[in-house]
């Protein structure tokens, strides 16, 4: 099954490639702004794994996407989304997410965790492993792991077996960490509320 997974993930490769170049580099990468909040959830994530949440960088190259790149992705994200068993994890008094690496279950940020953390294992740097905070059509928030490469910014998630461009998703983009600093937060300019907006009216 993974490798059947693995070739049509190599010819989708393929396919976004050439998207990218009909369509152009803009509507295929996500508008950043300014300095956000972080996610209760995060912060309460950093206490436990301080190492991770002081990563800085000052390489703004995205990830160059390459076929044996796109396999770990593809491979990492069925991995976990077959590993792991969804399931709310809330803290005692049942408010707050608990963010933490999953074993048998987990909830969308555990999945996103722990692909971040065996895609950085694999290679990728954690400035192109950004941990995305979205709202669903039903106005849930939820959390998917963007990956960011030279090709576009793509959507690892545990509701969705493809790995998507993110301006292909049917989610409201909140924010997402810096590129810069794995402890800070910037806002994401989704300008393709807009379009839905209209299209509902």
């Known amino acids: 099954m993974i490798k ?44 436990t794994y301080r190492g991770e949440c002081s990563v800085k960088s000052s390489n703004d190259t995205p990830l160059s996407l390459t076929s044996k790149t796109w396999n770990l992705l593809v491979l990492v994200n069925s991995q976990v989304n077959a590993q792991v068993r969804p399931e709310t994890d809330m803290d005692i008094w049942g408010k707050a997410e608990v963010w933490s690496y999953p074993t048998t279950v987990g909830d969308c940020e555990d999945y996103v ?11 990728i740097p954690l400035s192109d492993l950004l941990i995305t905070v979205v709202r669903q059509m039903n106005g849930e928030g939820h959390a998917v792991l963007t990956v960011r490469t030279g090709q576009g910014d793509y959507i690892l998630d545990n509701l ?42």
């Open 4 to 47: 059947k997974t693995i070739l049509f993930g190599a010819a989708f490769l393929l396919m976004c490639i050439a998207a990218y170049a009909e369509a152009g580099a803009s509507a295929m990468i996500m508008k950043t702004g300014g300095r956000t909040s972080q996610p209760i959830g995060h912060y309460e994530f950093c206490q």
């Open 113 to 123: 965790l722990l692909k971040r953390k065996l895609l950085n294992e694999g290679g």
């Open 160 to 201: 969705e077996a493809r790995i998507k461009p993110w301006n292909e998703t049917n989610y409201d983009y909140l924010k997402r960490q810096s590129t810069k600093n794995t402890g800070a937060w910037v806002s994401i300019n989704d300008d393709r509320q807009v379009l839905v907006g209209s299209i509902e009216q």
